[in-house]
């Protein structure tokens, strides 16, 4: 049994997919406590993989991407998910922390380290040798070392993402210093929380 705190269906708000249709399945739980979640995931249900399936067909149209995320996916995303996932026609992408080893069939992995997060204690440590996009979460707090070790990390897709502390004066100016480091480094990209910004989920 998996425990899924929602399934619903919108568009990708951030990183390559940004503006693509998928199915969000978020699992509930996470091995780590970042201080800037804003993610309530610690309610659930507890459901089948053919459950889970079902609901989401039931809210997918026609769409057949499915995004796990959560919390932390890995925890509970196992074979028989994948498989069920894979059965019915859906492509799986998973948004990861990347400290936990995936199984097998996850058909895009996002890679969202928190290795450099404050107050972790080394918890946050990656253990994913590659991934098809790191998504890092900006601020001036990273050292210049350490966003040249992800940069470098074997992805297609480099992405820095401000983050979000919740006082718009503060945000500005972390996404200000995120569009001035990109412009100097110009191997990686921009992402936004686009789904904020519209009031979308």
Not at 42 to 68: P, T
Not at 112 to 122: F, M, T
Request: hydrophobic share 35%; aromatic share 10%.
């Amino acid at each position: 049994m998996y425990k899924v705190n929602e399934i619903f269906y919108s568009l990708q708000g951030e990183g390559f997919w940004t503006g693509t249709p998928m199915v969000f399945v978020r699992l509930s739980g996470c091995n780590l406590r970042c201080p800037f979640c804003d993610t309530d995931h610690a309610e659930y249900e507890e459901l089948s993989a053919d459950e889970v399936v079902r609901k989401a067909l039931s809210v997918a149209g026609d769409c057949r991407r499915i995004c796990l995320t959560g919390g932390e996916p890995s925890l509970q995303a196992d074979a028989p998910l994948v498989t069920a996932f894979h059965e019915t026609g859906f492509q799986l992408h998973m948004e990861t922390n990347g400290t936990r080893p995936l199984h097998e069939g996850i058909d895009w992995v996002t890679l969202s380290p928190k290795e450099d997060v404050p107050g972790l204690a080394g918890n946050g440590r990656v253990v994913l040798e590659k991934a098809d996009e790191v998504k890092l979460v900006f601020d001036e707090t990273i050292p210049e070392e350490r966003l040249e070790y992800w940069r470098a990390f074997p992805a297609t897709w480099h992405f820095l993402q401000p983050c979000d502390v919740g006082d718009p004066a503060r945000n500005r100016e972390i996404l200000r210093q995120t569009i001035s480091y990109i412009a100097s480094h110009p191997s990686w990209r921009l992402s936004l929380q686009t789904h904020k910004t519209l009031g979308i989920r």
